[in-house]
């Protein structure tokens, strides 16, 4: 049996939030948030909607919007019903918003996923439809060492091929496209690790993606992905990025 991309797969066993640092990281880039009514939060690569719905709640009078190129995760991302969210199929190199017409960009774990001249394109979009002075938020996975083997070792592990970079990497790819970076998190992976889990699913929403990894059907492919992530626990890290337009 051909074995499913890491992403497709984790949401298949029911992992609701796919992001390298967790909680921790996600917080760390909401913290840099100012929201009223008149700011524009865009989320790129929103999957379900699940980082809007939270966002929305706590600050109804502000506008958001959440774009991902799957049709299916944005019908699911309606249905939940939020007044001030719109939710659009759309890719990230070719984003349907105006110039200048957002006052933060979101984007978690995609970014890896990307060739580097394609991250390119899509920080560059970014870049066109932040205000100046806008905050492009990212969260991503980072390289320490061992960059050729740790890549080559990852894209196996999750069966997709993946480009992460270093943390100057990132710094250089963001400054290269216009931006400044003004802040910046890192630390070790969460994804698999059950303390992690349990801080972005829940006891009981862990529990299950476990329970769901563990059925004959899916066991080899589960703890082929957690080996995958242990064996790269001191080479990879999680990354979060502030970055302003200058």
Partial sequence: MSKEMGHIFLRKLGKKRLRPGGKKATDFLLNHMKLDENTKVLEVACNNGVNLEML??????TQFFGVDLDAKMIEEAKERNLENVEFVKANAVKLPYED??????????MLTMLP???????????????????LLLTHDVCIVNNEEQAIKILSN???????????????TMFSDNGFNVVDSLSGKLTLMN???MIKDEGLLGTLRIIKNGLKKENRGQ?????????????DISYIAIVSEKC
């Fill in 116 to 134: 580097n001249e394609t991250k390119k394109k899509a920080i560059q979009e970014y870049f066109r439809v932040l205000k100046k002075g806008g």
């Fill in 222 to 234: 589960f703890i082929a992905m957690r080996k995958t992530f242990m064996k790269l626990k001191n």
């Fill in 194 to 196: 059950p303390i992690g």
């Fill in 100 to 109: 200048e017409s957002m006052d933060y960009v979101i984007n978690e774990a």
């Fill in 56 to 61: 929305s709640k706590m600050h109804p009078n």
């Fill in 157 to 171: 592990g999750i069966n997709i091929n993946v480009s992460p970079l270093t943390k100057s990497g990132w710094f």
